[in-house]
T-cell receptor
Framework: DSGVTQTPKHLITATGQRVTLRCSPR?????VYWYQQSLDQGLQFLIQ???????AKGNILERFSAQQFPDLHSELNLSSLELGDSALYFC?????????????FGAGTRLSVL | GEDVEQSLFLSVREGDSSVINCTYT??????LYWYKQEPGAGLQLLTY?????DMKQDQRLTVLLNKKDKHLSLRIADTQTGDSAIYFC????????????FGTGTRLQVFP
């Protein structure tokens, strides 16, 4: 168990809908990262938050947004869903950022868009 | 480019050693990682090596880093059927982001 908790484990929804994925980092970790794993793109970095502030953005679509709350949990919001958004979404956390924090991953949320 | 390259498949006999290779791109990477993903499961951190090290050993796992060739390898000694999984190498960049750049993953199959 990595200590990173993601809910829900599975989500099935329809095109055009909106969903929210939740992540609780390991105790003491200030940084939260979101990654997407799909068959065609592999594992891609989406976005990072550090202590409530956005720190870095990767290949995140404009239809997607995220935030980190004062208790350090994070949510990834996916809207206007398309079939191609079906993927495994991972959250990771680390104590700090700056390229020096070891990232531990949650079990992921599997999103199926029908 | 940002590619981290790995061979796609490796098949070994139980009890033999497995060596999974990875070529990364950024010489300024800080940490290099190996993650394991079992079917339907998340990413388990196996081990990591700081970029100023050449080798790290952790029980059955040995990581070798060749900075000149930007080559990383993971050796699993006495490979067991429970080691069957996809193994990802990843690098963290010393840039403005803390993102991990992942390889494509190597599927290790262990047969009796």
């Amino acid at each position: 168990d990595s200590g990173v908790t993601q809910t829900p484990k599975h989500l099935i929804t329809a095109t055009g809908q909106r969903v929210t994925l939740r992540c609780s980092p390991r105790s003491g970790d200030l940084s939260v990262y979101w990654y997407q794993q799909s068959l065609d793109q592999g594992l891609q970095f989406l976005i990072q938050y550090y202590n409530g502030e956005e720190r870095a953005k990767g290949n995140i679509l404009e239809r997607f947004s995220a935030q980190q709350f004062p208790d350090l949990h994070s949510e990834l919001n996916l809207s206007s869903l398309e079939l191609g958004d079906s993927a495994l979404y991972f959250c990771a956390s680390s104590v700090e950022g700056g390229g020096l924090g070891i990232q531990y991953f949650g079990a992921g949320t599997r999103l199926s868009v029908l | 480019g940002e590619d981290v390259e790995q061979s796609l498949f490796l098949s070994v006999r139980e009890g033999d050693s497995s060596v999974i290779n990875c070529t990364y791109t950024d010489s300024s990477s800080t940490y290099l990682y190996w993650y394991k993903q079992e079917p339907g499961a998340g990413l388990q951190l196996l081990t990591y090596i700081f970029s100023n090290m050449d080798m790290k050993q952790d029980q059955r796992l040995t990581v070798l880093l060749n900075k000149k060739d930007k080559h990383l390898s993971l050796r699993i000694a006495d490979t067991q059927t429970g080691d069957s999984a996809i193994y990802f190498c990843a690098e963290s960049r010393r840039d403005n982001t803390d993102k991990l750049i992942f390889g494509t993953g190597t599927r290790l199959q262990v047969f009796p």
